[in-house]
């Protein structure tokens, strides 16, 4: 190796990847040596790609892809940071006009092996544990850092790298550029010395690669050229062997087509807890680091200062001064050359976030790892797909950004309509860009509510589904009349109707259609029929809003609601505990879908209505069905206005007479006050069936009382606080003694609301009566006084 000016071979410079010090001493190596070539650890089918880093676009974080052409969910990484050492060696070589060459084991060969890799271990998942684990710990991979950082007495790696590298250029030293890759070079030997491949057996094959490109290029420059890769590989690649000994360890190597481009990545997905190791967990202070000239710490504790400021935290610069005191204090009290960001944190907390670790999480996020989305340029290779899908981004103005952000869709305005036709075809062909979420505002069919994240990873998706077409539109049709065809279930077919639908795809439609004809013809399982129809019903409903002829969704669904009118009732009989809860859901989705199909067909609304109604209450009066359905058949039929409170009280007092098993007695509570939106103001307001309940809960056996407090729990423990409060302070109070109404009680013996006093204060009421005309557009106090005089009879004669 050549670690001075003058030294035999060429210029060997190990680094560490995404190490800000090893960038900074590799640009002020290559200044120094200016050598006629660059080499860098990366795959060769990306040297075309290499001129692209001098584009004015682009912009890192960046990665190359690789992907292979006939599967192309078979992809490899190699991201690039501006504080990446390969990245400063690029952009080094195009500034000066020098050639620059990727090295490292062709992606075509790669991907292969990854592929055969997974293969065995497959298989070797499939054998005896024992050989299994055995297998494990001998190939445990080595992290030299780690290694080097507890030989010296350290912890924690990245704190030992920080304090011998990254704090280097900071401690006002010049130094020589070149003594910091001599020393590792020294150390990584050593440790090869000890472990060999450290548990990474496919290194060897790429280091006989990389030997073999160094003998081309000291034919062509001699040794008059720099190598930038791994520290990890340097002892191997000064290592003297033949080129026939290369060729044979090369030779029979697997092999698939591959294909190259740059993408964007992000710095969430360069820290090792966010997905795709890259061996750093903080490359937003690593990017610091590397930008900052001089006193990074101080620089660093501004940017805090500002981004909670902006979150509306108080931090005044007397905040920020004294942050960089206790950093530099703490730095010198644990014995280190300069601050670190394990001491800029604890200051952080301890100054501006006044201990606390909710607003230090949110630093993290934005500044520790950073949200940096990179940027490429037009006039880098991508799939077809990917190109249409990029042309409608600009065109739909929806930037794809690495943080997470929530947009609200008026599905009236045709911007906003095709973002959403977009986003839903985007969702069929299994990239997730967009998730639908519950919105904040108008819950109507004209809105929509989605959560956007690009991640990098969604290129990937993007390139596998390339296979099905060339735009976003002709592949989502493609992709969803064959996910139609290969449909196992009905409820599968029914829910991509409704995608298909959301998507506006006229082309796939009709044969969705028909599939869903063919299965809901064959398909005689009430549970599946049931599951079928609340997806129909949304995408009928969808329909009106999207100018969609759905008149075949209709007749499918009308059909399907007919046959689970019929096939209901007999299908919730014999079930145990689990198949009762799964069909008590879906006799709410079908309650729901039920109110859907009618509004969206008012011409047989009435009939439908009808109908369902009916199997309600036979499920309500058969004491064969299972309690938890029969509690919430009633509960459908008393919200609908179709049950009185009387026929309420009278179904609860059967289902918790003393006859009644005390399970089968809380499975009926649980579906009649469970679960559902007021189950427990329904309770609040209505004291007969609070009494029932009551009753019946102070009656329990104490032997089966255990039994049944799990499903009680569950039930009640669904509701608000403030109900459970109320329901509670009620029972406490209890019914008044001797059968006397209870303080508070309206005239006939009713009680009255909760905090209200007896009978009504008419002075109090008259004051307001006024105001009351006025916004009720009454004519004046006399009619306010009538109504009056009416409320007072009416409350009157509920006695």
């Known amino acids: 190796m050549t670690a001075t000016p003058g030294q035999e071979g060429p210029l060997l410079l190990g680094v560490r990847h995404h190490g800000p010090g090893s960038a900074r001493a590799v640009g002020a190596a290559l200044d120094a040596v200016r050598p006629k070539a660059v080499l860098i650890e990366g795959p060769p089918e990306g040297d075309a790609l290499l001129p692209l880093a001098a584009d004015e676009q682009m912009r890192p974080p960046v990665a190359l892809l690789a992907h292979a052409v006939d599967d192309p969910g078979r992809a490899a990484f190699w991201p690039l940071a501006e504080f990446s050492p390969e990245w400063v060696a690029i952009r080094w070589a195009l500034a000066h006009g020098v050639p620059v060459r990727f090295i490292d084991l062709p992606a ?18 499939r054998g005896p544990a024992e050989q299994a684990g055995e297998a494990g710990l001998s190939a445990a991979p080595v992290d030299p850092v780690r290694v080097l950082a507890e030989t010296a007495g350290y912890d924690d790696p990245e704190r030992w790298w920080e304090d011998v590298v990254e704090h280097r250029a900071h401690d006002g030293g010049p130094g020589d550029p070149l003594a910091a890759f001599a020393a590792l070079g020294d150390a990584m030997a050593a440790l090869r010395e000890v472990y060999g491949d450290g548990g990474h057996p496919r290194d060897g094959v790429r280091e006989a690669y990389m030997r073999i490109q160094l003998r081309t290029a000291r034919k062509e420059f001699g040794d008059d050229f720099a ?185 009236r305005k045709d911007a906003d309509a095709a973002r959403s036709r977009l986003l839903h075809r985007l969702r069929i062909l299994g990239v997730g860009w967009g998730e639908p979420t519950e919105g904040r505002g108008s819950t109507g069919t004209f809105r929509e509510s989605w959560r956007l994240r690009w991640e990098p990873e969604l290129y990937v998706r993007v390139a596998e589904a390339g296979v099905w077409g060339t735009t976003v539109l002709s592949a989502a049709t493609a992709r969803a009349e064959a996910d ?57 409903r969808y329909g009106d809003v999207r100018a969609t002829d759905t008149a075949a969704l209709g007749e499918v669904a009308a059909g399907l609601a007919e046959r689970i009118c019929v096939g209901l009732p007999p299908a919730c009989t014999g079930l145990d505990a689990d198949g009762a809860a799964e069909l008590r859901r879906q006799v709410d989705g079908v309650h729901t879908a039920v109110g859907l199909l009618a509004g969206a067909a008012p011409d047989n609304a009435d009939g439908l209505r009808e109908r369902w109604r009916a199997v309600l209450h036979k499920l ?101 606080p403030g109900v459970r409060r109320t329901l509670g302070e009620l029972v406490r109070r209890g019914p008044a003694a001797g059968g006397e109404p209870r303080a508070g009680a309206l005239p006939g013996g009713e009680a009255s609301a909760p905090g209200f006093g007896p009978g009504l204060d008419t002075a109090r009421a008259d004051a307001v009566m006024p105001v009351l005309c006025l916004l009720l557009g009454l004519d004046g106090p006399d009619r306010g006084a009538a109504a009056t005089e009416n409320d007072e009879q009416a409350l009157g004669a509920t006695g």
């Not at 090369?250 to 710095?267: D, M, Q, R, S």
């Not at 796939?508 to 398909?523: E, F, K, T, Y």
């Not at 058949?633 to 008393?638: C, G, K, S, T, Y």
């Open 227 to 411: 190598v930038v890769c791994g520290a990890w590989h340097m002892p191997a690649l000064e290592t003297r062997t033949t080129l026939a000994a290369d060729r044979a360890v090369l030779k029979g190597l697997p092999k698939v087509k591959a294909e190259l481009t740059w993408v964007p990545w992000t710095h969430h997905r360069l820290a090792r807890h966010s997905g795709y190791g890259a061996g750093i967990d903080s490359p937003g202070w690593y990017a610091h680091l590397f930008a900052s000239p001089d006193r990074p710490v101080e620089r660093w504790m501004t940017k805090v200062a500002g981004l909670l400021r902006d979150e509306d935290q108080f931090v005044s610069s007397a905040h920020v001064i004294e942050a960089v005191r206790l950093a530099t204090t703490l730095a010198a009290m644990r014995g280190r050359p300069l601050a670190g960001l394990s001491e800029a944190t604890d200051a952080v907390r301890a100054v501006m976030c006044e201990g606390s670790d909710v607003p230090l999480a949110l630093v993290r996020d934005r500044l520790t790892v950073g949200r940096r989305l990179g940027e490429v340029p037009d006039t880098a290779p991508a799939v077809p797909l990917q190109r249409d899908l990029t042309r409608q981004q600009r065109t739909l103005r929806l930037k794809p950004e690495a943080s997470e952000r929530d947009i609200e869709l008026d599905l």
């Open 620 to 720: 309500a009066a058969r004491d064969t069905v299972a309690g938890v359905i029969r509690g919430r058949a009633a509960r459908l039929l008393l919200d609908d206005g179709h049950l009185e409170q009387d026929d309420a009280a009278r179904l609860m007092g059967l289902a918790l007479s003393p006859g009644t098993p005390p399970a089968d007695a809380a499975a009926w509570i649980e579906g009649f006050v469970g679960g559902a939106a007021g189950g427990g103001m329904l309770l609040v307001h209505d004291e007969k069936l609070l009494a029932l309940v009551d009753s019946w809960l102070t009656g329990v056996p104490a032997d089966t009382f255990t039994d049944v407090l799990p499903l009680l729990r569950r039930t009640f423990s669904a509701y608000e």
């Open 108 to 125: 075509a060969h790669s991907l292969a092996m990854a592929a055969a890799a997974d293969e065995e271990e497959e298989a070797e998942r």
């Open 484 to 540: 139609a065809l290969s449909a196992t279930a009905l409820a599968e077919v029914t829910a991509l109707a409704e995608k298909c639908l959301l998507a506006e795809l006229p082309e796939a439609l009709p044969v969705v259609m028909r599939v869903l004809a063919d299965r809901a013809a064959l398909d005689t399982d009430v549970g599946h029929l049931a599951d079928a129809l609340p997806s129909l019903a949304r995408t009928l």
